[in-house]
């Protein structure tokens, strides 16, 4: 999560400003940064990744950049001049590589995957503790949500589970 005051200093403002936000190449509301503001950007969280730019007008931008997780459904070979894809939750991406079943991480920009890894699996680890909402143990070692993570239920003590991480560590 990412705060005003920290994009009010990180970019190193001199009065308060309105923003242009645009999540995953889509224009969001305008967000307020200003100096000393706890306010939270809405659009930010675990492994969400926010870039803030300033132009010499001091005119500020902030890009959100979600990571999604999904299993590849298909896979379609290159044939009369197409390329090879994958389709994944229903949206088809270029690629030489990945296979039918592959977990993948891949980020969107208006509607299309614009990148696409192999997500980290950790396989077989069993529960001993959840903390609300926002991270659990497992083998010893805690693990947090990543803002995408979407079955939050699944995850119960004494279960045992296959992880998948985003690029940043966090449990998608």
């Known amino acids: 999560e990412v705060k ?44 969400v990744l926010v870039e803030a730019f300033v132009d010499n007008d001091d005119n500020v931008t902030l890009v959100v950049i979600n990571t999604y997780v999904g299993e590849i459904s298909k896979v379609t070979a290159a044939k009369d001049g197409d390329d090879r894809y994958v389709t994944v939750d229903g949206k088809k ?20 995957i614009q990148t696409m890894t192999l997500a980290e699996v950790v396989a077989g680890v069993e529960v001993t503790k959840t903390t609300g909402d926002s991270s659990f143990v497992a083998d010893g070692e805690t693990y947090k949500y990543s803002a995408k993570m979407s079955n939050k239920g699944d995850v119960k003590v004494d279960s045992v589970l296959d992880l998948y991480l985003d690029s940043y560590g966090y449990v998608i």
């Open 93 to 112: 991406f270029e690629t030489e590589s990945f296979e039918k079943d592959d977990v993948v991480l891949y980020t969107m920009a208006d509607g299309e």
């Open 4 to 47: 005003s005051k920290t994009i009010y200093s990180d970019l190193g403002l001199g009065e308060t400003t309105k923003a242009d936000v645009i999540v995953d190449g889509k224009t969001a509301a305008d967000f307020t940064v200003k100096k000393g503001d706890d306010t939270k950007l809405e659009a930010s969280g675990n492994g």
